[in-house]
């Protein structure tokens, strides 16, 4: 099960940090990620960390202002968001998949989180 939180109303150029808190599974042996889906969009890959933490990939709308990290001690992984801009509008999930590799598309996972919103005014 994944729970994720941290969402809100920010203005452009502010901050927010998103958590992704897992239960019931061994946390490290998981790739995960956070994808955002805007009305009338489809969903999309936003940020992805291999089990270890080692390897990080990003979408090029968000390198340079979003950052993703993991603590498997706590079983929770995080996605620091700076900079935002209105386009950053959408509900975001984390994502999980048994894997060694570093995913990015949302059909390579197999367990989502209920999303949580994220709305930056301009």
């Known amino acids: 099960q994944l729970q994720a939180y941290g969402g809100g109303l920010v203005q452009a150029g502010g901050s927010l940090r998103l958590s992704c808190a897992a239960s019931?599974?061994?946390?490290?042996?998981?790739?995960m990620g956070w994808f955002r889906q805007a009305p009338g969009k489809e969903r999309e890959f936003v940020a992805g960390?291999?089990?270890?933490?080692?390897?990080?990939s990003y979408a090029d709308s968000v390198k340079g202002r979003f950052t993703i990290s993991r603590d498997n001690a706590k079983n929770t992984v995080d996605l620091q968001m700076n900079n935002l801009e209105p386009e950053d509008t959408a509900v975001y999930y984390c994502a999980a998949r048994r894997s060694t590799y570093l995913l990015i598309m949302p059909g390579q996972y197999n367990s989502w989180g209920q999303g949580t919103q994220v709305t930056v005014s301009s």
């Open positions: 960390i291999t089990w270890s933490g080692g390897r990080t």
């Open positions: 019931g599974r061994t946390f490290s042996d998981y790739a």
